[in-house]
């Protein structure tokens, strides 16, 4: 009913608005006096100081905030970490230890691809983490810890606020890692948890631009294909870009690294492709900006149409963007997690132009029970 969804049009709508609580409420009550305290990772303790590899499962987004979990616990917890897709790693005969943490991710705790993985992480003595939004669910009763994610309930099938809830508690969860390894040091682990805590506020800023958004998506009813490049921590957010266009608007779209257009992407642009670009932030000394920027130029100077987005006062982007969709300034991890809204409002106001249901997309599940 209408009341269920807070006036907004659509569940998908109202969860979007609701982002910058689930992160808050991820954060809440884990962070005291500049460390992190999470409770719930008792069960590992002794685990997180022996192990010597993480492994992540997943399945859709879910994996994809996985991707992100990759960058930030190798960053700051200094720890090989591999990421699969639940269905592609139980089935090829994976090398796991009692020194292998496992972290499954997943908002509905329910996924069948990623419950039987992580069974075969437990019966080849793997330490198992599941980090979960739905109290209670299957998945964490198999596992040895469970790290809540406080999303609230999501009830379109197409996962948003859960996304972001899941990318700050496995942020959370390298941070705690780092504690624990003396990876980092106390103030930098501070200094991190503080930029953390200021994404809700950044992210309700972002938001703000969903009529800007909206007005984008109603030109774009047309569009038959939509490319999504990134790079870095842009990677996943391509990814999750191009995954939303599909599920929602059924529009055939596609994510890629940056640095592999070059490799084959580069041969589909011709007059008109529109192209979202995951922009990094131009400051720090190591930061991928340049090497962004000569791909926009180069696909620019081959007609595509560019949607970027990229970090407010970016102004070497502007002169070749045909749209720009500023996000505050924050560090490169933190940044997907102001860039993947817009690009999810982009999703739900094409299908919704479109006349599609945004929260029932066809041949979709909320919750994949079966293998
Ligand atoms: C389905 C949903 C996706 C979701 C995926 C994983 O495919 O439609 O939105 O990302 O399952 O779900 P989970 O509950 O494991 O996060």
Not at 40 to 63: F, H, K, M, Q
Not at 200 to 209: I, K, N, R, S
Not at 214 to 239: I, N, Y
Request: proline content about 5%; some cysteine.
């Amino acid at each position: 009913s209408a009341s269920e969804k807070g006036g907004w049009s659509s569940f998908m709508a109202k969860e979007i608005s609701e982002e910058p609580e689930a992160i808050a409420k991820t954060l809440l009550g884990r962070i005291t006096d500049g460390a992190v305290h999470v409770e719930e990772l008792e069960p590992l303790r002794d685990s997180l100081a022996e192990i010597n590899r993480i492994v992540i499962l997943g399945c859709g987004t879910a994996a994809y905030s996985g991707m992100l979990a990759k960058y930030a616990i190798e960053k700051w917890a200094k720890i090989p970490v591999d990421v699969e897709l639940s269905h592609e790693f139980r089935y090829r005969d994976p090398i796991l230890d009692e020194k292998t943490l496992v972290i499954s991710v997943s908002q509905s705790g329910e996924t069948m691809d990623t419950l039987m993985a992580v069974k075969y992480a437990v019966d080849a003595g793997a330490r198992t983490l599941s980090i979960c939004n739905t109290q209670g669910a299957t998945i964490p009763r198999e596992s040895d810890a469970v790290m809540y994610t406080h999303a609230g309930p999501e009830v379109a099938v197409a996962s948003t606020k859960a996304f972001v809830a899941q990318i700050a508690a496995f942020y959370l969860f390298a941070l705690h890692l780092a504690a624990v390894r003396d990876t980092l040091t106390k103030r930098e682990i501070s200094g991190l948890l503080e930029e953390l805590q200021a994404l809700p506020d950044q992210l309700a800023t972002v938001l703000e631009q969903h009529d800007k958004i909206k007005e984008l998506a109603g030109w774009m009813v047309d569009t038959s294909a939509v490319l999504f490049l990134g790079r870095h921590a842009g990677f996943p957010v391509a990814l999750e870009g191009a995954l939303k266009l599909k599920e929602l608007a059924y529009i055939h779209a596609e994510g890629f690294a940056a640095g592999e257009l070059k490799h084959g992407p580069i041969a589909l642009i011709e007059p008109g492709q529109p192209v979202f670009v995951v922009v990094p932030s131009p400051r720090g000394e190591n930061s991928l900006h340049p090497k962004v920027v000569s791909n926009i130029q180069e696909i620019r100077a081959r007609g595509a149409r560019i949607l970027a987005i990229a970090e407010q006062g970016d102004a070497a982007v502007l002169p070749y963007a045909d749209v720009v969709i500023p996000i505050p300034l924050a560090s490169t991890l933190f940044e997907p997690l102001l860039a993947v809204a817009p690009l999810q409002i982009f999703a739900m106001e094409l299908a919704a132009a479109k006349g599609l249901d945004v929260d029932q997309p066809r041949n979709l599940a909320k919750s994949v029970t079966v293998e």
